[in-house]
């Protein structure tokens, strides 16, 4: 599996005329290799020449986390009392182009282009986005479980059975998390608990706010779990629920924001261009004159990382294609009163769109 993705990037590498690849701190690096660097100062690289051997440059303390693999890499550690930068500039040997993973620390890129001052620097996304972006079956079977594991949890949320009036919203948070791992994740990757006005900040961070009767609150929660080469995949859910039954207005807004999930999940056929969908999905809110209160894409990519190409977003030309994994969750928020949004992730495939989640998309009224 490792070895077909390293000669898939070899390929994209020889097309966009790169030399070396550098993937370091990043879902690169377990999407092509297995290991997930450490996101600390010391630095670990994995070097792909377009021909040639592998390497894996890890820090000597952080060798026993490597799971050795002979048939894709080499391994090479370095001491703290040894500069891994010289290390990497002997790989990169008379190498013109290097790509150069988006994450990777500043400080190391400009180490490296003060060593190699001929050395020029593209991104590595240019190279391994639209791998990555294409998911295998394998892929698609673990964003649904990690799908699942999510429904289940909101599931509990949209039938009452998570105690929320008269908690905080930090308390209700800790819990979520906790099932996060309870239901298989092995990573909390957010928990968004947002209630009241707070539901207008659309990446809100619970805090001490106490949950009341008679309010709406959004819940927007994530995680990783194990998938195929032990690599892992994530999971990203939104669903809002009222505490007691809706005002109007409220209820108003939430009906205008499914008919645009909706629309925009409809829209999410092969071959329809990305900004497409985001436009189905946005042209239902502002057909109701809430245009204004919907302030971001309607979706981001999803795999390795929680958000990975592609976005589905204004600009964005790219046709969908089979195995593109991407969220559809367009949002209203009015600032100061409340907001809402709905998300579910989306596979795109031969006889079309495919949700990894399940669970009722209305709005769940549950008891005071
Ligand atoms: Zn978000
Ligand atoms: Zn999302
Ligand atoms: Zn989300």
Not at 77 to 82: F, G, N
Not at 133 to 159: F, N, P
Request: hydrophobic share 45%; aromatic share 6%.
């Amino acid at each position: 599996m490792f070895g077909q993705r390293i000669d898939r990037a070899r390929e994209a590498m020889a097309d966009r005329g790169v030399d070396v690849l550098l993937l370091s701190v990043g879902a690169d690096l377990p999407y092509f290799c297995g290991y997930e660097a450490m996101p600390l100062e010391r630095l670990t690289v994995l070097v792909v020449p377009r021909d040639g051997d592998v390497h894996l440059v890890v820090p000597y303390l952080e060798a026993p986390r490597v799971v050795e693999r002979p048939e894709v890499f080499n391994l090479i550690t370095w001491r703290d009392s040894e500069d891994p930068i010289t290390r990497v500039v002997d790989l990169v040997g008379g190498a013109a182009t290097a790509a150069v993973g988006d994450q990777m620390w500043a400080g190391f890129l400009v180490d490296l282009g003060t060593a190699c001052p001929a050395l020029s620097f593209t991104r590595a996304s240019e190279v391994t986005a639209p791998l990555r972006m294409v998911k295998d079956a394998d892929e698609v079977a673990a964003l649904r479980r990690a799908g699942a594991a999510v429904d289940r949890i909101l599931a509990d949320v949209q039938t009452g059975q998570v105690p929320l009036v008269g908690r905080t919203e930090a308390d209700v948070a800790a819990q979520i998390g906790r099932r996060i791992l309870d239901e298989g994740h092995h990573r909390i990757n957010f928990v968004i608990v947002a209630s009241g006005p707070n539901a207008a900040s659309p990446h809100h961070e619970p805090g001490g706010r106490v949950i009341r009767d008679g309010e709406g609150v959004l819940f927007d929660i994530g995680g990783t779990m194990v998938g195929p080469g032990d690599v892992g995949y994530c999971s990203d859910i939104t669903r809002c629920i009222h505490v007691g039954p809706p005002p109007d207005g409220f209820a108003e807004l939430y009906g205008v924001l499914h008919a645009s999930q909706a629309a925009g999940v409809a829209a999410a056929t092969v071959g329809t261009p990305c900004e497409d969908v985001d436009v189905a999905a946005r042209r239902v809110i502002d057909d109701a004159g809430l245009g204004e209160y919907f302030v971001h894409r309607t979706g981001h990519g999803i795999g390795v990382e929680a958000h990975e190409h592609p976005n589905i977003v204004a600009g964005n030309e790219l046709p969908l294609a089979v195995g593109h994994a991407f969220s559809v969750e367009p949002g209203i928020y009015v600032p100061g009163v409340w907001g809402a949004r709905l998300e579910d992730i989306v596979v795109a495939a031969a006889d079309g769109p495919v949700a990894m989640n399940q669970i009722d998309r209305s709005l769940a009224v549950v008891d005071g």
